[in-house]
């Protein structure tokens, strides 16, 4: 899947953390959701009446609502490198 990223305007950076919006070329749909499920700990919400997600490794964390066509990807100021495997995955589906 195509997409684009922006800097998210969430204030995080005071943390360490930055949080950048993907911008996907489809809405989030629920085999999106569970084909993120090896990058981290996992939580769906699946119950609830705007479905959520949220993924955190030690380094990032990945959360964002099914239909959405965008997910926040937060991730350490030193450890930005770790942004690739999330690229890389999303670029495969």
Request: aromatic share 10%.
């Given at each position: 899947?195509?997409?684009?990223?922006?800097?998210?305007?969430?204030?995080?950076?005071?943390?360490?953390?930055?949080?950048?919006?993907?911008?996907?070329?489809?809405?989030v749909s629920r085999e999106f959701i569970m084909s993120l499920r090896?990058?981290?700990?996992?939580?769906?919400?699946?119950?609830?009446?705007?479905?959520?997600?949220?993924?955190?490794?030690?380094?990032?964390?990945?959360?964002?609502?099914?239909?959405?066509?965008?997910?926040?990807?937060?991730?350490?100021?030193?450890?930005?490198?770790?942004?690739?495997?999330?690229?890389?995955?999303?670029?495969?589906?």
């Amino acid at each position: 899947m195509s997409f684009t990223v922006t800097r998210s305007p969430e204030p995080c950076t005071e943390a360490g953390w930055l949080a950048f919006q993907y911008h996907l070329e489809r809405p989030v749909s629920r085999e999106f959701i569970m084909s993120l499920r090896p990058l981290g700990s996992f939580v769906f919400l699946g119950m609830l009446a705007q479905p959520f997600f949220k993924i955190e490794s030690e380094h990032y964390m990945i959360k964002g609502l099914l239909g959405d066509d965008s997910i926040r990807v937060a991730v350490h100021g030193d450890h930005l490198d770790e942004q690739l495997p999330v690229k890389q995955l999303i670029e495969r589906l």
